[in-house]
């Protein structure tokens, strides 16, 4: 039995190895911390893979991990937050388009991690929303409110900026 | 879908997957599979036992051996060679002690020989990694393995061995010999103790240890119970029958945790100073441990 959830962990990790690292990159916003949560996130999940019980909830279990080593990481960074070249040249206006995208990837960035996790989750990992309760171990109302407020937030944010440019 | 979220999301589609990616990912995998939680076992108690019968005390003549003329420190670590690679993006570094001068020769060229093997290991291993990334495009790697000697009196002598692997992130291991000079054999941690109930005493009191220091300082995170409701792992049981431990100058018994074995990977090697009152009753004397 464990055996074969240990196969199907590993088949998934390496299936999704690239959705887990942008997942755990939007959080640390670094390359090597990126790396150093990969690291960490299969380490804990192959060591305690007896504690996955239901076959179906693979996916949401392992993003659980994700999300949480992202976020230990993140309280244990908190004071102090190097950038690394690719951080910085992405926060440069370097071309007009690009500078657009940046001012909405900024009111992503803004969100707090309750209402960006959710919105990366459903949108962009295209997670369902049980999928997304079971990630973040809350019911299914709160995650729907979370999606909610954080769209909401995201385009009153962009809503106010376009307005000054009209100015 | 609306136009926003759809550039949002292509922002984010298009962070930049690092070529490492994919040697850190089989890497940890190797490295974990069929743990199943349960922790490895750390070698050294096997050899150990060949020792305690090998007893053979003459410090006279020792001293006259040594060109050290300093009774109990005659015993020295030194650097016997080093491995190094230099290949572009992907460089190693390994230190191999030597111990020298200790009257049992059995201990000690059994303890320099798996010093040496060890090291060996380290390399070829580097080596086939090296190519092994080099055919998937190459990429940063590093690995740096020594030794520190943590206590060196009269009595003990602990060196602990490390390693150190950069591949995208870094993990440390920790290995360590606690070597009783007086009566030149290898102190094994089961040997300090008349039976095994030194496990739950020192496995409590590290539990106990772990809540107070996550209660003082919230930056500090340890894989216990009750403090990781959260945290989908299990949490830190028991120690090893034979886990890494060495004795610190003061005669303390210090019990070592490698990197994630307890706790997140930034929280580092770990060490838990056991207060001897914990254990005084398991103990079979106050030679090493005061």
Redo the contacts between chains.
């Keep these: 039995m464990n055996d074969r959830v240990e196969k199907r962990l590993i088949h998934f990790i390496r299936e999704n190895k690239e959705n887990i690292y942008r997942l755990a990159f939007s959080y640390v916003k670094n390359e090597q911390n990126a790396l150093d949560i990969i690291q960490e996130s299969i380490h804990k999940a192959l060591s305690s893979s007896q504690s996955l019980k239901s076959e179906g909830s693979l996916k949401s279990w392992f993003y659980r991990i994700v999300v949480n080593t992202s976020l230990d990481f993140l309280r244990k960074q908190k004071r102090l937050q190097p950038m690394d070249d690719q951080t910085l040249e992405l926060l440069a206006p370097s071309s007009e388009d690009a500078y657009h995208d940046i001012d909405l990837e900024r009111a992503l960035d803004e969100l707090p991690h309750t209402l960006r996790t959710v919105i990366i989750l459903r949108y962009f990992e295209d997670l369902k929303i049980g999928e997304i309760a079971e990630v973040l171990n809350e019911n299914i109302n709160t995650v729907k409110t979370r999606l909610y407020q954080g769209l909401r937030k995201l385009r009153l944010d962009i809503g106010e900026e376009s307005l000054e440019e009209v100015q | ?1 609306n136009e ?2 759809e ?7 298009n ?4 070529k ?3 040697f ?2 089989e ?3 190797r ?7 349960i922790k490895r076992l750390i070698g050294g108690g096997v050899a150990a036992a060949l020792f305690i019968t090998g007893i053979n005390t003459s410090p006279t003549f020792a001293n006259s051996m040594s060109d050290v003329p300093l009774v109990g420190s005659i015993v020295k670590v030194l650097t016997f060679r080093e491995f190094n690679v230099h290949d572009g993006t992907m460089e190693a570094n390994i230190k191999v002690p030597v111990i020298k001068n200790l009257e049992n020769k059995t201990l000690e060229s059994t303890l320099n020989k798996k010093y040496l093997d060890e090291s060996k290991k380290l390399y070829s291993d580097f080596q086939s990694e090296m190519e092994e990334l080099k055919q998937k495009g190459g990429g940063h790697m590093g690995m740096d393995s020594g030794y520190v000697v943590k206590t060196d009196n009269d009595r003990i002598l602990a060196i602990g061995r490390y390693v150190v692997n950069t591949v ?4 440390t291991t920790f290995k360590y010999d606690t070597v009783d000079k007086k009566n030149q054999l290898l102190i094994t941690l089961p040997s300090l103790f008349k039976d095994d109930s030194y496990i739950p005493l020192i496995s409590e009191n590290i539990k106990k240890q772990m809540k107070e220091q996550m209660k003082k300082d ?2 500090k ?1 340890y894989w216990v119970e009750s403090a990781m409701d ?5 949490p830190f049981q028991s120690i090893d029958k034979n886990q890494i431990f060495y004795i610190n100058d003061h005669g303390k018994l210090v019990i070592v945790f490698n990197k ?1 074995d307890v706790a ?3 929280m580092g090697v770990l060490e838990f100073t056991i207060p001897t009152a914990v254990i005084a009753n398991d103990l079979v004397s106050n030679e090493y441990i005061k």
């Design positions: 879908m926003k979220l550039r949002l999301k292509k922002q984010y589609e962070i930049t997957i690092p490492e990616l994919d850190v990912v890497k940890a995998i490295k974990n599979k069929g743990r199943h939680g995208g992130s870094s993990s919230p930056n995170v959260d945290v989908p792992v299990t994630y997140p990977g930034y």
